[in-house]
């Protein structure tokens, strides 16, 4: 997905800054799609110059002008094109160097590879906790929301079973190599990394 589509998406209900669009990217949209402040208002510019966006400069005293961003007819038909076109199944795959360190479980390695494995599984939680509560605040009843409101809380349950999957899958790699570490350090304890 190119960066113009999420942008076009975030100006979808209203007019933003810059500086309200990398927030929706720290706290929603960046979930999906990662993108840094710099490259957001790179993207801003060139969509201003194609004409799929509009800007209109807004007075603020003693401060330098805000800026706000309105999506064009242009750009909601680039928009709707993008959500109409392309293949319908393509999915991207996992890319994860994590999963080539796997491949590679040794004793030599095997506590970094557990440490690593703890790591992920709290940082997992913490994004579910934070998902939970977008939810439980913004979502707790889904069939009233609108239609258009109904596809991002679909996204927001995405983001949430992939997060539970992610650390079910975690403590079942763990349970596994702590058996497997249990059992190293009874046949060959100097094998096993204890660092």
Same mark, same amino acid.
């Given at each position: 997905m190119s960066l113009r589509f999420a942008i076009l998406t975030a100006l979808l209900d209203e007019e933003l800054s810059g500086y309200d669009l990398a927030r929706d990217f720290d706290h929603s949209l960046g979930f999906f799609w990662q993108a840094s402040h710099q490259q957001i208002y790179r993207e801003l510019k060139k969509l201003g110059e194609i004409g799929w966006l509009s800007s209109r400069s807004l007075r603020q005293s003693g401060r330098p002008d805000r800026v706000l961003y309105a999506m064009t007819g242009d750009g909601k038909q680039a928009l709707d094109d993008w959500v109409l076109g392309g293949d319908k199944m393509r999915m991207h795959e996992i890319r994860d160097d994590f999963y080539i360190k796997l491949y590679n479980t040794s004793p030599g390695n095997l506590t970094h590879i557990l440490s690593s494995l703890r790591d992920r599984r709290q940082w997992? @939680?913490? =994004?579910?906790? %934070? &998902?939970e509560k977008i939810r439980e605040r913004r979502y707790a009843?889904?069939?009233? %929301?609108? %239609? =258009?409101r109904q596809g991002v809380y679909l996204a927001l349950l995405a983001g949430i079973k +992939?997060? @539970?999957? &992610?650390?079910?899958?975690?403590?079942?790699?763990?349970s596994l190599l702590e058996r497997s570490a249990d059992h190293c350090k009874l046949s +060959?304890?100097? %094998?096993?990394?204890?660092?």
């Open positions: 997992m @939680q913490e =994004r579910l906790a %934070l &998902y009843k889904p069939e009233q %929301l609108s %239609l =258009r +992939s997060c @539970q999957f &992610y650390v079910a899958w975690c403590e079942e790699a763990m +060959s304890p100097e %094998l096993v990394n204890t660092a």
